[in-house]
Structure formats: structure tokens, C-alpha cells
């Protein structure tokens, strides 16, 4: 009973009763506490239902796009592999949220209430808590569930209307094929969450000028290249003959989601943004890959080339053995690698150039592949152990990055 009744709640039907409550209860502390006894009573009614049906409450990583759209995806593959048994699960955003249109499609595949909030912070006074809290994957595809499950987003009549003229408002023409390009900078976070120092995510900024090159190229080879991002430092330069710049112009959190869902495939950085069009099973060709050791393992059409790793004192760069074994593979702040006089060295524009004709032709099925190549790739993926970061290895390491840093396999 409990559990069909909460199964017709959602975001409408919340805003509706608290406008309600309002008018009833003007003052306060008096509409805090007639909420709060409500928080109470569902909490204690969570645990008489038990025998019946285990409810649980989940808190969404609606801040951060990344953890937004990818753990939420991976939670939902891990529950239709079994791994969550039966229950019935009840989510909210604690915080604000990073993309609106990724919250409408995640309302019509999970119960979004935003009641649960309240609901889920009594739970957590009550004994046996846990039992009543989804405990919502890690960002790392652990068992490679993204190549073997079908993506859970889909959009709507409406929404692949809207996308359409999106696109031609935008100047793709009707079945033009595009890619997304993105390189990351502090603008988004200073932006979004400001007064808070966010430097210690400076080691995995990258330079968009960088990507000019393959931009080019792509728009030569038929493809419109759509920069990303939700906030950008500097804007393209203008000119570029089907290279848009749409972070400055035209923008939109709708489109952001159904770019990513629809590109040809996805250039940019291990940034957030990235996981969008991994949660659709779109291609990645991954530039200025850092953290090494969290490279993105697990998906048979990913690419990745890694930001290289210079020693200032020993004047040389780190192997991949060495960033492997000694941990440096894990960084997470700037702070830590220039505690250790590491400079991170951001990927040419010949680097991201050779990726992305390498991913290019290889969605053509044109890419040769050669002996050599081969070679080196084994040579790269036996330095890799399973670990409880990383336990599938499909993706692939760019081969003209391998074939000019074979000293990095020593």
C-alpha cells in the first residue's frame, strides 16, 4: 500500500502540495514542523512496511554532471543485472542541479521525490538506516556494464523534434553528422559553485586552442564540430568553416544532453561532460587523460591519450610502469604533483589531431591496423592489473600517441 501510494509522487505533485501547504500553514516554523512530523511518520511506516516491501531513499549527484549522469546510469545497470534485490527505490537532488534536461529523463525512469529528502535524513536517526539507503555506484564501470546493457535515456517525440530544429538553428543540416569537442577549464565549477578554491582540479584544465587542428580536419572530412561546455574561459576564434562555437552561442542544458546523445563521437577531456555521451553509448576518443590510472578501461569504442608526466629534477618523463606502481597513477589535486615535482604536459594539437583520425576512421572501418600496433598495445595493457578502480580493459590507447612515446613502456 505504502509503496503504490509513494509510486504516484513525483516533482509536480511535491511542488502542488507544498504550494498547498502554504496557504494552510502560513507561518514558518509551523509549515517546518508539520513537515517534519510527516518526515517522521513515513520514516517509521518505511520500517512497519518492511516484510512487505524494503523502501529505500537515494540521494542523486545532481551538482556535478559527471557523477549526475554516469552513477545514476551504472546504479540502474547494476539493478537490472539483480544486484539491488527487490526493493523500491526512492530518489532526490540534495543540492541544485547541474542539468535540468538530464533531470526530466532521469524522473521517467526513477521515482524522483523530493520529500525523500527529509524522509531519508530521519531515516538516518532511526535504527537499520542502512538497509533503507541506495548506496549508488562509484563513476568507474567496474564490471563493463556499459557494452552489455543498453543505454536507459531515451528521448521523447517531442524532445527529438526539439532537438531537430535545435540543430538546424545551430546550422547542421538535416542528417549532417557532427562531433563534439570539449576542453576542460575552471570556468564551469567558479561559475557554478563559486567561493569555493577549486585549484586543486587545475592539473586537469587543457588548452581548446589545442583542439583547433582536429577540428579542421574533422570539418574536412564532412563533420560539424560543436564545442562543449556550459561555461567556457575564451571562445573560439571565429571563421572556422562548420566549427561552432555553441558553449558562447546558442547553448542550452536541452541541447547538451542531446548533442552528446546523437554526435558521431565525443572529443574532449576526462571531464564531466564526457560521461554524458558515455551514459548514451556513444564513442570517446579521450584527450589529456589524468588521473592515469582512472582512464576510462572499460568501453571497446573508447580511445584515450594521457597527459605525460614530467620529473623537473630528472629532467624526463614518467614510464607507465612508474606512474602505475608508484601511485602518482591516482593523483587527485594539483597540490600532489607539484608536492612530488611533477608537471602535467597537456597533449599537442598533432596528439589530438592523430586521435581523432585514428577514431575517425575506425567508426569508417578504414583504419589499418598493423602488426606493430598491436604489439604495442599489449605491451601498454600488460603494465595494467585489476584493481578496485579498474577490472575491464576494452578501451584502447591512441596508436599514434604509442608509436611516439614507446620509451613510456620501458
Known amino acids: 500500500m505504502i509503496g503504490e501510494i509513494l509510486s504516484q509522487l513525483n516533482l509536480s505533485a511535491w511542488q502542488q502540495s507544498r504550494r498547498a501547504v502554504r496557504v494552510v500553514l502560513p507561518f514558518p516554523k509551523l509549515r517546518f514542523w508539520a513537515w517534519e512530523t510527516l518526515a517522521w511518520v513515513l520514516a517509521i511506516a518505511v520500517r512497519v512496511a518492511?516484510?512487505?516491501?524494503?523502501?529505500?531513499f537515494g540521494s542523486l549527484i545532481s551538482p556535478r554532471i559527471g557523477h549526475f549522469a554516469l552513477n545514476t546510469e551504472l546504479y540502474l545497470c547494476e539493478r537490472d543485472a539483480g544486484?539491488?534485490?527487490?526493493?523500491?527505490?526512492?530518489?532526490?537532488c540534495p543540492e541544485a542541479v547541474s542539468n535540468v534536461q538530464l533531470m526530466k529523463m532521469w524522473a521517467r525512469v526513477l521515482r524522483v521525490w523530493p520529500m525523500a529528502a527529509r524522509v531519508a535524513r530521519v531515516n538516518r536517526k532511526l535504527p537499520g538506516y542502512r538497509s533503507h539507503t541506495v548506496q549508488?555506484?562509484?563513476?568507474?564501470?567496474?564490471?563493463?556494464?556499459?557494452?552489455?546493457?543498453?543505454?536507459?535515456?531515451?528521448?521523447?517525440?517531442?524532445?527529438?523534434?526539439?532537438?531537430?530544429?535545435?540543430?538546424?538553428?545551430?546550422?547542421?543540416?538535416?542528417?549532417?553528422?557532427?562531433?563534439?569537442?570539449?576542453?576542460?577549464?575552471?570556468?564551469?565549477?567558479?561559475?557554478a559553485m563559486p567561493g569555493r578554491d577549486w585549484s586543486y582540479h587545475d592539473y586537469r584544465n587543457s588548452d581548446i586552442l589545442n583542439f583547433l587542428d582536429a577540428a579542421k580536419e574533422l570539418s574536412q572530412r564532412g563533420f560539424y564540430v560543436l564545442r562543449m561546455g556550459a561555461a567556457v574561459e575564451q571562445a573560439l576564434p571565429p571563421g572556422l568553416p562548420k566549427v561552432m562555437d555553441y558553449a558562447t552561442n546558442g547553448r542550452s542544458d536541452f541541447l547538451d544532453i542531446f548533442l552528446s546523445a546523437h554526435c558521431r563521437f565525443y572529443l574532449g577531456d576526462s571531464d564531466g561532460l564526457s560521461t554524458v555521451p558515455m551514459v548514451f553509448r556513444r564513442p570517446l576518443a579521450i584527450t589529456n587523460m589524468i588521473p592515469?590510472?582512472?582512464?576510462?578501461?572499460?568501453?571497446?569504442?573508447?580511445?584515450?591519450?594521457?597527459?605525460?608526466?614530467?620529473?623537473?629534477?630528472?629532467?624526463?618523463?614518467?614510464?607507465?610502469?612508474?606512474?602505475?606502481?608508484?601511485g602518482v597513477g591516482r593523483f587527485l589535486s594539483t597540490n600532489q604533483y607539484v608536492k612530488r615535482?611533477?608537471?602535467?604536459?597537456?597533449?599537442?594539437?598533432?596528439?589530438?589531431?592523430?586521435?581523432?583520425?585514428?577514431?575517425?576512421?575506425?567508426?569508417?572501418?578504414?583504419?589499418?591496423?598493423?602488426?606493430?600496433?598491436?604489439?604495442?598495445?599489449?605491451r601498454f595493457w600488460a603494465l595494467w592489473k585489476p584493481s578496485d578502480i579498474n577490472k575491464v580493459f576494452r578501451a584502447r590507447i591512441g596508436a599514434e600517441f604509442l608509436r611516439q612515446n614507446q620509451v613510456l613502456l620501458e
Request: charged share 30%; with cysteine.
Open 50 to 56: 518492511r516484510p512487505v516491501v524494503r523502501i529505500r
Open 83 to 92: 544486484k539491488h534485490g527487490r526493493t523500491f527505490d526512492i530518489f532526490y
Open 136 to 191: 549508488l555506484p562509484s563513476e568507474r564501470d567496474l564490471q563493463g556494464y556499459l557494452d552489455r546493457v543498453p543505454a536507459h535515456l531515451t528521448f521523447t517525440q517531442e524532445e527529438l523534434r526539439l532537438g531537430s530544429e535545435g540543430l538546424l538553428q545551430l546550422g547542421i543540416q538535416e542528417g549532417g553528422s557532427f562531433v563534439c569537442i570539449h576542453a576542460r577549464d575552471s570556468a564551469y565549477l567558479q561559475a
Open 292 to 326: 592515469f590510472e582512472e582512464a576510462f578501461t572499460w568501453g571497446a569504442s573508447y580511445l584515450f591519450i594521457p597527459k605525460k608526466l614530467w620529473l623537473r629534477q630528472e629532467k624526463r618523463f614518467m614510464g607507465f610502469r612508474e606512474i602505475l606502481e608508484s
Open 341 to 378: 615535482g611533477i608537471e602535467p604536459v597537456e597533449n599537442t594539437s598533432e596528439e589530438i589531431l592523430a586521435l581523432a583520425r585514428e577514431m575517425d576512421e575506425r567508426l569508417r572501418g578504414t583504419w589499418a591496423v598493423s602488426e606493430e600496433d598491436e604489439d604495442l598495445q599489449k
